[in-house]
């Protein structure tokens, strides 16, 4: 079974900073690209960022660029989210998804499977 | 970027009924990479159809989707008490992929 755990969500307060985790198992990690895709409470879906199997490519949403880093280890099964200089705006649940399709390089594309998900809450 | 408008906002139906969904895009979605995610509350999105038409693994054959260029449309065809629940369209042919801001199917 494919399976995604998102770990490292939390209470923090503006300004400052977290780091999420996403262990993956029952597949073959670094032939898909990887996201992360937020809700704020009560509303939609959000996507943050994306990464390439190999690493090399990584994309971000304007509303996140410059305060989030995406990476991912392969040799452990885990993709990353680094959030710093945090927003009340940032708020949400944090989802770590796994593209339908495997693929060589990073590209657009639908997405298969979701983490349960890890709630970040910015707030003083 | 692609915006994703979906319609209506709610949809309140009973069981047995046909349910219409619909997403219009901003621009053309390329070669129809359109998916549609449902979601239950306190749960994650779940992938119900791909490539504006293809059923996802496990997903009854109730659910179709249709759409080509700006146009896409979820049909339920006879709603099952599970079914109630806040649905998602997605664009993957260009980047950044987008979603539609949600249609919410409730219990008549």
């Known amino acids: 079974d494919v399976q995604l755990l998102e770990s490292g969500g939390g209470l923090v307060q503006p300004g400052g900073s977290l780091r999420l985790s996403c262990e993956v198992s029952?597949?073959?990690?670094?032939?898909?690209?990887m996201r992360w895709v937020r809700q704020a409470p009560g509303k939609g879906l959000e996507w943050v960022s994306g990464i390439s199997g190999t690493g090399g490519t990584k994309k971000y949403a304007d509303s996140v660029k410059g305060r989030f880093t995406i990476s991912r280890d392969n040799s452990k099964n885990t993709l990353y989210l680094q959030m710093k200089s945090l927003r009340a705006e940032d708020t949400a649940v944090y989802y770590c998804v796994k593209d339908g399709q495997a693929a060589p390089i990073y590209i657009p594309n639908f997405m298969d499977v979701w983490g349960k998900g890890t709630t970040v809450a910015v707030s003083s | 970027e692609i915006v994703l408008t979906q319609s209506p906002g709610t949809l309140s139906l009973s069981p047995g009924e046909r349910a219409t969904l619909s997403c219009r895009a901003s621009?053309?979605?390329?070669?129809?990479?359109l998916a549609w995610y449902q979601q239950k509350p306190g749960q994650a999105p779940r992938l119900f159809i791909y490539d504006a038409s293809r059923r996802a693994t496990g997903i009854p054959d109730r659910f179709s989707g249709s759409g080509s260029g700006t146009d896409f449309t979820l049909t339920i065809s006879r709603l099952e008490p599970e079914d109630f629940a806040v649905y998602y369209c997605q664009q993957y042919g260009s980047s950044p992929i987008t979603f539609g801001q949600g249609t919410r199917l409730d219990i008549k």
């Open positions: 621009q053309t979605v390329s070669s129809s990479y």
């Open positions: 029952g597949f073959t990690f670094s032939s898909y690209v």
